[in-house]
């Protein structure tokens, strides 16, 4: 890639310069999509000879990989543009940069333009895999270069990528989203649904696995409509099975997962697997037929209930966390109260819940919204409440058991513990050496609280 070349020349001449190498970092928004989108962006920016800074006021190059799923996620992006005006004034060279979900949109350009003049690259989700070109062109004119692309493109294999773990690695199987769910954005900045190859797929877990990488975890936004883009036969679960053969791999997880695609052969597959733990994230959203309706759901209540009752029936033991929307437009009581009544069937183990929030463009942001920001906040609290009580509940089951748990790093909370995630996802605090990081060792759980649970080494 010329462009690359060209960059790293200037970088080298900014060294020589000032006596140290530019120095970037990456603000990621919102989803694992985009945390691993960061992770390629910050690959072609170490191609081109950047050091990761450990600050933002270290930084040469400060790049916000945005996020548009609800309004607060902008709202934060745009506040955060406003406390960098300081630093540009200070360090007139630094380049601040806004890439990400966010940029697709409609007039947003000229949003960040007025809030923030001193951005001087802006591109999108599509054109990504041009930053090395959008860089040579700002640092040889000082220039400003806003680039977004309107459509997807082929999808550009062998991007280089500076993962954040050297034991668990981001796989993208499928980009976009056809599903068109009515509150949603993502379909109109991540375009249409196209799958990688399974060949190419299988190539990049190989070489995960002789890096090091013992847990993948497969994205899209839903992997269950995997290959159906590809028309050769080849679908979700064919793909989990050949991953499967890798040698060397001891983890396969996945997400996200939608419950009008959830196939019986995919839980046949489930079932055989050595390598897939017993743990789904299943986005409900809603538990009544009614508004699942209005989300263009493509599932009832009944529907959702009857699938649980399938995966619950292949796999006893195995943990189910979703997403829950409350105050979409024209939810009644009655309606939230079926929601309630699901989680109370379902049983979930964890839940992210969230207050609907009006996206421009989308179909659900010109239904009529009668129910009132109280109102919504209120049936969150209650909702919340009640997935406490069943993630209190759940996590009990797991007091005096010995877990499989893959040691992640130090404890966010306190330096002095460790942390690390059971197969089925929960978080286990405990105490331990360091070297332990990046390994499978077994934690006999000793308390169980309702979000994390703790335990103590059982070597
Ligand atoms: N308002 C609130 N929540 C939303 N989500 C997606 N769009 C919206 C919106 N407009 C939630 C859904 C999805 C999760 C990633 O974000 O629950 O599963
Ligand atoms: Fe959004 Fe629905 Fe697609 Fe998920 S499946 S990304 S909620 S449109």
Redo the contacts with the bound molecule.
């Keep these: 890639m010329p462009y690359i070349a060209q960059v790293e020349e200037m970088n080298k001449r900014f060294q020589a310069e000032k006596g140290y190498a530019p120095k970037y970092i990456i603000l990621t928004y919102g ?1 694992q999509m985009n945390e691993h989108d960061s992770e390629t962006l910050a690959g072609m920016l170490e191609k081109m000879g950047y050091e990761k800074a450990l600050a933002e006021n270290e930084a040469d190059l400060i790049l916000l990989n945005t996020c548009c ?2 309004e607060k996620a902008e709202s934060k992006v745009l506040s955060h543009l406003g406390e960098l005006r300081k630093l540009k004034k200070d360090k007139p060279w630094l380049i601040i940069g806004v890439c990400g979900c966010m940029t697709q949109q409609k007039d947003i350009v000229e949003t960040i333009r007025h809030a923030a003049s001193y951005v001087q690259l802006i591109f999108g989700t599509y054109n990504m895999h041009h930053l090395p070109e959008y860089l040579a062109q700002i640092l040889s004119d000082d220039s400003n270069c806003y680039n977004i692309f309107a459509k997807e493109e082929e999808i550009v294999e062998g991007l280089p990528a500076k993962r954040e773990y050297p034991f668990k690695a981001l796989v993208n199987i499928i980009y976009g989203c056809n599903n068109f ?1 009515t ?4 379909p109109y900045v991540r375009g249409r649904e196209r799958s990688r190859s399974i060949a190419n797929i299988v190539s990049e877990v190989e070489a995960l696995v002789h890096d090091g990488v013992k847990e993948i975890t497969l994205l899209g936004q839903n992997v269950n409509s995997y290959g159906k883009d590809l028309k050769d036969g080849t679908n979700f679960a064919k793909l989990i099975a050949e991953i499967e053969k890798v040698r060397g791999l001891k983890r396969v997880r996945y997400m ?1 997962s939608h419950p009008k695609d959830f196939s019986d052969e995919l839980i046949e597959v489930l079932k055989k697997s050595q390598k897939v733990p017993h743990y789904l994230h299943l ?1 409900v ?1 809603s538990g009544s037929s009614r508004i699942l309706k209005r989300m263009n759901r493509g599932y009832s209540k009944e529907d959702y209930l009857e699938l649980i009752r399938k995966i619950k029936e292949a796999l006893p033991d195995i943990a189910i966390t979703t ?3 409350v105050g979409f437009p024209g939810e009644t009581e009655e309606d939230f109260q079926e929601t309630l009544d699901l989680v109370r069937k379902v049983e979930f183990d964890n839940a ?1 819940s ?6 421009p463009g ?1 179909p ?1 942001a010109v239904m009529e919204d009668n129910v009132s920001a109280e109102e919504k906040k209120e049936r969150l609290a209650r909702l919340n409440a009640l997935l406490a009580e069943f993630s209190h509940k759940k996590n009990q089951a797991y007091l005096g058991k010995t877990e499989e748990v893959l040691v992640e790093g130090l404890s966010k909370n306190n330096a002095e513990t460790l942390m690390g995630r059971t197969k089925s996802n929960k978080t286990v605090i405990f105490s331990g050496d360091e070297a332990l990081i990046g390994k499978f060792i077994p934690v006999k759980i000793t308390e169980a609280q309702s979000w994390i649970l703790k335990g103590e080494v059982a070597l």
């Design positions: 989803c799923i609800r769910c509150y949603c954005i993502v996200t986005p959203q997403d829950i929307i992210f969230f207050v609907y929030s009006k996206r989308t659900a």
